[in-house]
């Protein structure tokens, strides 16, 4: 009996099936429009939207009226316990970072009704602090409270008429 129950525990002292304490602290910065600081045990994901008025070139030569949401994602350096490099000291983002960016990207824009701000671009911001596991659910989660906190700000001060959101979207792994 009890080897079975120390192959249900992880390293952490969690069962293998209890996820890790999960905690949100909504307006982490001061200046983007929405952020949090997502922590899932001990993994902390800085997450911060901007809108800027003005979408992409593409968007305009093929007609399209909406607005445009886009991610970035980035381990800093001090993440883990062997420094990560920097995505622009390699001149591009690594091939995980473009992954999860564009994970993150889909999942926001699937939730977004996107006709609803008109002009606007949203830039989503992910930046790993400490990386212990799961930074990509904390990044998509974490990203979801911030985008639903700028909208929440674009809805109070008239920039926007009716509410963007459909549905709301978290992730666990």
Known sequence: MGDSQESDMRI??????????????????HSPAGSVLSCFGQTRVICSV??????PRWMTSEGRNGGWLTA??????????????????RGHASGRSSEIQRLIGRSLRAVLDLDKIPGRTIFVDCDVLDADGGTRCAAVSGAAVALELALHRLFQDGLIGDWPLNARVAAVS
């Open 50 to 55: 901007s809108v800027v008025e003005g979408v």
């Open 72 to 89: 970035e994602y980035q381990m800093l350096p001090g993440s883990t316990a062997q420094r990560v490099s920097r995505d622009l000291g």
């Open 12 to 29: 952490d002292n969690r069962n293998t099936d209890q996820l890790r304490e999960l905690q949100f602290i909504p307006g982490f910065q």
